[in-house]
């Protein structure tokens, strides 16, 4: 059982790999101590395991636990956690997990939004990747290898460091795992000019065979194996990038200017990315509440062309000198995740997780939604306050690059994806109801504004709202393809031929992961 063959490149833990040296019938698990002897039977080298009787477990399981909506009692727990300090670890926990007919659920970075990466209806492990985030950079060569455990703002501070001239395409928020935001697309202030972050992610040798790069790269994590790293492009980036943000009220116009914003922000030049966040705040000096509509901005240039640039496209906007501000790509990603100006880049580094109580939901918009529709849709924001919009622009890159690239489909003919985000403080159950309650209205309210057949939706956004693949991974392909058209659109068909292929017994699964469909291995005959 060695990695040998597969480390050269995207190094994929996968079961058909070392399928036959696993005796078949799965024994039942019992006990913490059958499963740790299988792990030393497996591993010369000890790996670091806590099950619930230890002190640190609860410590581990809520480290990167990204929602607090999962940290309750009631909660499912896993049987045990693994934190594998090298690859052969991993490979370990997935011959025993087999052996022992447990579920596997992966966890890099915890920010699942539906929690799918620490929690599950039926008995599993957690293999948790945090131990695993070696980041090698080659400035010479453009390229860095990257493991799964490490967060977008640690690859962001080793390029940084290094290079001055380079980025990444990856994140706003600096502490998603590279695991799961990878496999799921993965997007910053970069979309427009250099497309996601799988987009960067470079080609590799064995696991092609299987078309399995193909579907790693997009087709959502925990179908298709354990991604342990990445070998990754770097992209250019100039010394200095000039950032804005400016927010309007209604009575500032904010309306017409998000109509506007409909029409110009995908057609800018790809080196500005211009998103817009929609929220409910008091209205100054005080009394009633009004939408505030925030455009903020990223230029991968100089002020003064900036200036241009926005002169010609947004007059209406009126920015002037003092509203831009010009500073290297590392500090603008401090800016955009919230950090003071002149923060010092190593606050990205080993950084505490944020967590909080929320629900996430998307859509994709394909027409300017007009303006008489817009106050519409104010309204309804005002009656359900705690839920806010943000638009994020498309084309540039993103239409340049065939719907069929990756299994990310969201591309040419996209205006924007709307990211639906409702967040809330208070931890009783009845409060959560209240808020989810609130995001699901205002998804609905949104149906006629928004893509169509399939309504489409990001898979890193993790909706279980759309459907599951049933309770226990086990689906139909009719049930799955039920969301899983709006992930990925005609690329679902290929990503399920894919899963079956590599994985018949359906080994990796989640409650929406891609089903296993003997039909499709046996039958079709996809090229890749
Ligand atoms: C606060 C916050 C901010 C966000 N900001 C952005 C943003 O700016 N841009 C953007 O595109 N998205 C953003 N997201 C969404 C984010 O990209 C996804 O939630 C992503 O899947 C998180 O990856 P993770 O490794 O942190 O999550 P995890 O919860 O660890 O994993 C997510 C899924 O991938 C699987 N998985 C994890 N690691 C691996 C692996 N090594 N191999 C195979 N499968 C794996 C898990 O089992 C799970 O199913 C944000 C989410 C949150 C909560
Ligand atoms: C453990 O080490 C021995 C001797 O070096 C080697 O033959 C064996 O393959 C190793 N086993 C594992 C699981 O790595
Ligand atoms: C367990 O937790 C303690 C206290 O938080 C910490 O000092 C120790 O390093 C942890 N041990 C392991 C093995 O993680
Ligand atoms: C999770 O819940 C436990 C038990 O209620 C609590 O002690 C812990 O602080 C919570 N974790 C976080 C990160 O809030
Ligand atoms: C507040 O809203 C009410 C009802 O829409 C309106 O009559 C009133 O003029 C508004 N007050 C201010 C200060 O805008
Ligand atoms: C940030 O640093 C620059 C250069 O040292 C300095 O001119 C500027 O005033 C600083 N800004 C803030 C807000 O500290
Ligand atoms: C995107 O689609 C439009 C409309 O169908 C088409 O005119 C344009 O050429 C396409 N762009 C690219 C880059 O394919
Ligand atoms: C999984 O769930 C389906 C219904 O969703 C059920 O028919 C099936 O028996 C379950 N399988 C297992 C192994 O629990």
Known sequence: MSTTSVSSSVLLILLSFFYLAISMGASSLTHHGDFIKCLSDHSNTSIPVYTPQNSNYSFILQSTMA????NTSTTPKPFLILTPLKESHVQTAV????KHGIQIKVRSGGHDFEGLSYISDVPFIIVDLFNLKKIDVDVNSKVAWVQSGAT?????YKIAKKSKTLGFPAAICTTVGVGGHFSGGGYGFMLRKYGTAADNVIDARIVDAHG???????????SFGIVVSWKIKLVSVPPVVTVFSVEKTLAEGATSLVHKWQQVAHELPQELFLILSLGVVNAIPKGNKTILATFASMFLGDAK???AVMQERFPELGLENKHYIEVSWIQSVLLFD???MNSSMNVLVNRPQPKSLAKAKSDYVKQ????????????RILKDEQTGMVFIPYGGKMSEIAESETPFPHRN??????LYLVYWTEEQVESSKKYIKQIRRMYEFMTPYVSKSPREAYANYRDLDLGQTSKNGTASYAQAKVWGSKYFKDNFDKLVYVKSKVDPDNFFRNEQSIPSIPIFRDYFNITM
């Not at 300017?368 to 309204?379: F, T």
């Open 212 to 222: 399995l790069f193909w579907a790693i790269r997009g087709g959502g994590g925990g």
């Open 338 to 340: 919230g950090f003071p």
């Open 413 to 418: 003919g996209t205006l924007f994806k709307v």
């Open 152 to 156: 977008t703002g640690e690859i962001y």
């Open 95 to 98: 011959i025993c997990s087999k």
């Open 305 to 307: 062309k900036l200036h």
């Open 368 to 379: 300017v939604i007009p303006q008489i529709e817009l106050e519409k849709i104010w309204e």
């Open 67 to 70: 929602s607090l909506k999962f």
